[in-house]
């Protein structure tokens, strides 16, 4: 799969013409774009959003969901760990928890959140300590992102859900069925992806998320780089 990129928001996604790997989260620091690589992969990086994603050089893992935290890079292992790259360099050091199926991140405010795919979802608090559960329904979470004060996750084959200011449950918001994976936000859009599917979008933060006419691929994570947003597509099986 390739890495592509949606320009000022508008028109179709097009390919960055990157290595065929497969691509899954993506996140952005400053002008830069960072996009992990599963099944025994590594974590890229795009310097000022131009250019190839160049290998960090860090141990093969199952990398998949990324955020980030002020300067501080967060990376989960699906059936691993959630390692973190202080100060967006050096290597993504472990941060000590529970081995789960971790799957998509995002951040509100001092927060983190990642989601386990058929497990919780979790919230590290103020960027340190533990991820504690929230309590969720156990469900197929893959993808999250954030509004406002609002964080979305999306389930494989189900809805995607929202919890509004931060706090009580995820809430489904009534969309069909689909292979629901990475989200993201540009202004006060929300995307999400579909795997062997479209890219479909929520205008305004309210509202059905549209699909965008998209050629079928398998996409996977995603990311905005001030107005042009991003999203992986996974090679292989």
Known sequence: GDIYKQTNGTGNFVALGQTSRRWQGMTTLGTDVYASVSSGGD???????????????????????????????????????????ANGSGNFIALGQVSRAW??????????????????????????????????????WLGMTTLGTDVYASVHSGDIYKQTNGTGNFIALGQTSRNWYGMTTLGTDVYAC??????????????????LGQTSRRWQGMTTLGTDVYASVSSGG
Do not use: H, P
């Not at 058929?118 to 340190?128: A, E, L, M, P, R």
């Not at 579909?194 to 699909?211: E, M």
């Open 103 to 140: 799957y998509g991140m995002t951040t509100l405010g001092m927060d983190v959140y990642a989601c386990v795919n058929s497990g919780d979802i979790y919230k590290q608090t103020n960027g340190t300590g533990n991820f504690v559960a929230l309590g969720q329904t156990s469900r197929r």
């Open 194 to 211: 579909v795997n062997s599917g479209d890219i479909y979008k929520q205008t305004n933060g309210t509202g059905n998320f549209v699909a």
């Open 43 to 85: 974590i890229y990086k795009q310097t000022n959003g131009t250019g190839n994603f160049i290998a960090l050089g860090q141990t093969s893992r199952n990398w998949v969901g990324m955020t980030t935290l002020g300067t501080d890079v967060y990376a989960c292992v699906e059936g691993g760990d959630i390692y973190k790259q």
